[in-house]
């Protein structure tokens, strides 16, 4: 069974960071990539951030360019995503889980329980 623990999230201050890390295990191996998205109540689910498996190349959605970073510890198969300067909309639950691929899968396959991210004063 697939087990996907994300942690690092809470409540910060527009400007601030966070790290959020997120712990897989269990999935099948014929998955390509791990990353991040988000949905806060009553909006769409948001793509974040992807990394590939196989050659480590990153993808951010649009919301997130420039303002996050995405990195994995292979051996540890933990995905983190350092976000900085949030902001208001960035509020919400941040889910980490696997898809084929980054560049042309539009669905995650697998994801686990989500860590909240709020960003307010």
């Known amino acids: 069974q697939a087990q996907f623990v994300e942690s690092g999230g809470g409540l910060v201050q527009p400007g601030g960071s966070l790290r959020l890390s997120c712990a897989a295990s269990g999935y099948p191996s014929d998955y390509y990539a791990i990353g991040w998205f988000r949905q806060a109540p009553g909006k769409a689910r948001e793509e974040v951030s992807c990394?590939?498996?196989?050659?480590?190349?990153?993808y951010y959605g649009n919301s997130a360019k420039g303002r996050a970073t995405i990195s994995r510890d292979a051996a540890k198969n933990t995905v983190y995503l350092q976000m900085n300067n949030l902001k208001p909309e960035d509020t919400a639950v941040y889910y980490c889980?696997?898809?084929?691929?980054?560049?042309?899968?539009?669905?995650?396959?697998?994801w686990g329980q989500g860590t909240q991210v709020t960003v307010s004063t």
């Open positions: 990394i590939s498996t196989g050659d480590g190349s990153t």
């Open positions: 889980g696997v898809r084929w691929d980054c560049a042309y899968s539009i669905e995650y396959n697998y």
